[in-house]
C-alpha cells in the first residue's frame, strides 16, 4: 500500500466525526491564513458587508421606537417629522451602503472556485511525479474534490463561515446595545407587585432560557451533523454516479458506439436504479427519520425563547417600566440577540463539522516532496556529446514488493538511435520514467556522464530530455504556442520543427497560421487536428526544444502507414545529432535504429541490431517479429 494511502487509513481509522476544538481551531487559523494569501480582499469587503447589514435594521429599530413613542405620546408634528426623516435618511444610506459592499463581496466571491482551483494546481505541479503518481495521491484529492462537490465542504465554506460568524458577531452587539435599557428600565413602585420585575433573578431567568435554548439547539444540531458525517461516503458515490450519467450521454466521443450498440438503455437502466437523490437516498431516508425528528426538536428552543422574552417585556410595560413604543425595540433587540446568539451556536458546530474535511484537504497539502533535487549543474554542450548508463538498476514501485525492473545494465552511445521493445508490462515505460528520474531507482544508479543525476539540479537534468508520450497532451492555445510550450516563441523556429515533420502544407492552410487556435474551447476560430497531425505537432514539440535525448513512446500510433513511413525515413534528419530512444510495438520502426533493446519481465533479454536479433530464431525479438508479420505475407 502507498504511503499517501497508508496516512489516510491511519487518519480514517483513528479519526472523530467532529472535530475537537483545538484542531478545529488550528485547522480554520490556517485556511483563513491560506485564503489571505490569495484573497484577502474578500475577507476584508465580507466583514464590511456583515458589520452594515447587523447596523441596518438595528438603526431602523432604534429610531423608529422613537417615531413610535411620539405617536402614543404628544404627538408634536415637528418631532414627527425629525424622526420620520432620520428613519428615511439613515435606511436609505445604509441600504446604500450595504448594497455597494455586496457588490464588492460578490465580485470576489463570483472567482473563489477560482481560487480553490489555484491552491490545488500549484500543489499538484510542484509535487514529484512519483508522489503524484502514486494511487494514494489520486484517491485523496478525488475524496477533496468530491466533498466539495457534495456539499461544499472545505475551503470554500470557511469563508462562509467567517461571513456568517461576523453577521452573527455584529447581530449580538447590536442587539445587546439595545437590550440594555430593558433591563435597566424600572417598573414604579405604584405598580406594586409588579416591582418583581426589577429584581435581578428575573434577568438571570432570562439569561438562562435564552442559554439553554441555544446550547439545545446546538446539542440537536450536533447530533444531525454527526449523522450527516455517516452519510458522506454514500453521497459522495452518488454524486460521483451522477457526474459519470451526466458525462455518459454528453460525451462526443461515446456518440457512436452509443447509436450502435444503444447503450442508452443500459445507462438509463443505471440512471433510475441510482436513488441517491430521490426520495429513497440515504439523506433523505435519514431527515424522514431521526435526523428530521431532530431538527424539528432543535426548531422548538427558538420559539420557546421568543415568547418567553414576549411575554417579559410587555408585562414590563403594562406595569409602566417604558412606553408602547420601546416594546418594539426591546422585543426586536431581545429576540436578535437570542438569534445571533442561535445564529452563532449553529456556525461553530458547522465549523467543527467542516473540519472534518479540512483535515484531508491539508492532509494534501502537507505532502512532502522527498525527491533530492540535486545541486550539481549539468555541463552545456553545443555537440551534444552526453553520455548515460544504466548500472545495475532495479525498480519497484513504492508500496509494492514486486520489482518492476531487474538488474538492468546499458550505456546510450552518443547520437544512438535505440529501440525499446518488448511485451506489455515488460519494463519499457518504468525504463524511461528512470531515465527522466520521473522515480529513482530502487536499487542501483543511473550516470550522466560518470556522475549519479540525483547529484544534478532536478530542473536542469529534466531540460536535457525532450518526450513524446503516447498520451501527448496538446493545449487550446495556438499551433505556434503548442510548438514552443511557451506564450512568447521564435515564429522561424517554430516552422522549421513543423516542416521537419511534413506539416509545412497544414501551415500554409491555417487561417491565423502560427496564431490559429487548436481546439475550439476558447476561440471561435479554432481547429481541431487529426490525430496524425496532432502527434507530428508533439514530435515538432520536441524538436524544438532542442536537447541532448529525444524519447518517443509510439511516435507513429496514429499515423497511417505512409505517413509512418515518411517520418521513419527522414528520422535521422529529423533528430539529428541527439540520442534518440524509442518504445514502440510496431518492430518495422526499429529497423531504422542502430541498437535494439528487448525486455521481458523486467530485465534486458536480448540486445543488438534489427538483423543481428532476428538472427537468434528462438530469440523474443524473433518471436514478436514473426507474431506481427505473418499479417504482411502470405
Known amino acids: 500500500m502507498s504511503r499517501i494511502r497508508k496516512k489516510a487509513d491511519k487518519k480514517e481509522g483513528s479519526e472523530e466525526l467532529i472535530c475537537s476544538v483545538k ?36 438603526c431602523a429599530l432604534y429610531f423608529t421606537a422613537r417615531l413610535l413613542n411620539e405617536i402614543a405620546g404628544l404627538k408634536r408634528r415637528e418631532e414627527l417629522w425629525k424622526w420620520t426623516l432620520v428613519i428615511l435618511t439613515v435606511t436609505v444610506l445604509l441600504s446604500l451602503l450595504q448594497a455597494v ?47 466539495e462537490d457534495w456539499a461544499g465542504h472545505g475551503l470554500v465554506k470557511v469563508y462562509r463561515h467567517f461571513e456568517r460568524l461576523l453577521e452573527n458577531f455584529f447581530q449580538i452587539l447590536g442587539a445587546v446595545a439595545l437590550s440594555v435599557p430593558l433591563f435597566l428600565a424600572k417598573v414604579p413602585q405604584s405598580a406594586g407587585e409588579w416591582t418583581v420585575l426589577n429584581r435581578p433573578v428575573c434577568i438571570v431567568v432570562l439569561f438562562f432560557c435564552m442559554l439553554g435554548a441555544g446550547l439545545g439547539n446546538s446539542a440537536l444540531d450536533k447530533k444531525v451533523f454527526s449523522y450527516v458525517n455517516r452519510i458522506a461516503e454514500e453521497e459522495k458515490f452518488g ?14 466521443k461515446r456518440a457512436a458506439d452509443i447509436r450502435l450498440y444503444e447503450q442508452e438503455k443500459a445507462g438509463i437502466a443505471c440512471f433510475q436504479s441510482c436513488h441517491m437523490f430521490d426520495t429513497m437516498s440515504p439523506q433523505a431516508a435519514l431527515f424522514k427519520g431521526w435526523g428530521g425528528l431532530l431538527r424539528a426538536l432543535s426548531a422548538l428552543f427558538p420559539g420557546l425563547f421568543a415568547g418567553i422574552v414576549y411575554f417579559y417585556v410587555c408585562l414590563k410595560a403594562w406595569a409602566g417600566a417604558f412606553g408602547i413604543g420601546m416594546v418594539t425595540q426591546y422585543i426586536g433587540a431581545v429576540t436578535a440577540l437570542s438569534g445571533g446568539i442561535l445564529g452563532m451556536l449553529t456556525v461553530l458546530m458547522e465549523i467543527r463539522a467542516n473540519a472534518f474535511y479540512l483535515r484531508e484537504l491539508f492532509l494534501f497539502l502537507d505532502i512532502p516532496n522527498d525527491m533530492y533535487q540535486g545541486s550539481l549543474t549539468v555541463e552545456k554542450r553545443s555537440d551534444k556529446k552526453y553520455e548515460m548508463e544504466f548500472r545495475d538498476v532495479s525498480f519497484r514501485y513504492p508500496g509494492s514488493e514486486a520489482y518492476v525492473l531487474r538488474h538492468v545494465c546499458v550505456k546510450f552511445r552518443v547520437g544512438q538511435r535505440l529501440a525499446v521493445v518488448g511485451r506489455n508490462g515488460s519494463g519499457k515505460t518504468t525504463f524511461i520514467k528512470l531515465l527522466c528520474r520521473l522515480y529513482d531507482p530502487t536499487e542501483g544508479e543511473i550516470l550522466l556522464n560518470g556522475i549519479n543525476i540525483r547529484k544534478y539540479n532536478y530542473r536542469e537534468y529534466l531540460s536535457v530530455f525532450s518526450v513524446v508520450f503516447q498520451d501527448f497532451q496538446l493545449l487550446s492555445l495556438s ?32 487561417p491565423r497560421g502560427l496564431d490559429t487556435a487548436l481546439g475550439k474551447d476558447y476561440e471561435e476560430g479554432g481547429i481541431a487536428v487529426s490525430g496524425g497531425q496532432g502527434q507530428k505537432i ?5 524538436l524544438y526544444r532542442d536537447t541532448a535525448f529525444m524519447i518517443l513512446d509510439e511516435p507513429t500510433a496514429a499515423l497511417d502507414p505512409v505517413a509512418e513511413y515518411e517520418i521513419y525515413s527522414r528520422f535521422h534528419e529529423i533528430a539529428g545529432e541527439r540520442t534518440t530512444i524509442y518504445i514502440s510495438h510496431r518492430l518495422s520502426s526499429c529497423r531504422f535504429c542502430d541498437e535494439i533493446l528487448v525486455f521481458r519481465e523486467g530485465s534486458i533479454v536480448q540486445r543488438g541490431s534489427h538483423e543481428e536479433l532476428l538472427a537468434e530464431k528462438q530469440g523474443e525479438y524473433a518471436e514478436l517479429w514473426n507474431a506481427q508479420a505473418q499479417y504482411y505475407v502470405r
Open 479 to 510: 499551433l505556434g504556442q503548442n510548438i514552443a510550450a511557451a506564450e512568447s516563441y521564435d515564429g522561424e523556429r517554430v516552422r522549421e520543427c513543423l516542416d521537419r515533420v511534413g506539416l509545412t502544407e497544414m501551415l500554409r492552410g491555417l
Open 101 to 147: 459592499l455586496f457588490r464588492a463581496k460578490t465580485a470576489y466571491e463570483s472567482v473563489q472556485w477560482n481560487y480553490t482551483a489555484a491552491i490545488y494546481a500549484s500543489k499538484i505541479l510542484n509535487l514529484d511525479f512519483c508522489t503524484l503518481d502514486d494511487p494514494g495521491t489520486g484517491e485523496l484529492l478525488s475524496r477533496i474534490r468530491q466533498t
Open 239 to 252: 454524486n460521483r454516479f451522477l457526474g459519470w450519467i451526466l458525462d455518459f450521454g454528453s460525451n462526443r
Open 538 to 542: 508533439a514530435i515538432a514539440r520536441s
Open 23 to 58: 484542531e478545529t481551531f488550528l485547522l480554520y487559523k490556517r485556511a483563513i491564513l491560506l485564503w489571505r494569501q490569495r484573497a484577502g480582499a474578500m475577507f476584508l469587503f465580507a466583514g464590511l458587508h456583515a458589520l452594515v447589514k447587523a447596523v441596518n435594521p438595528y
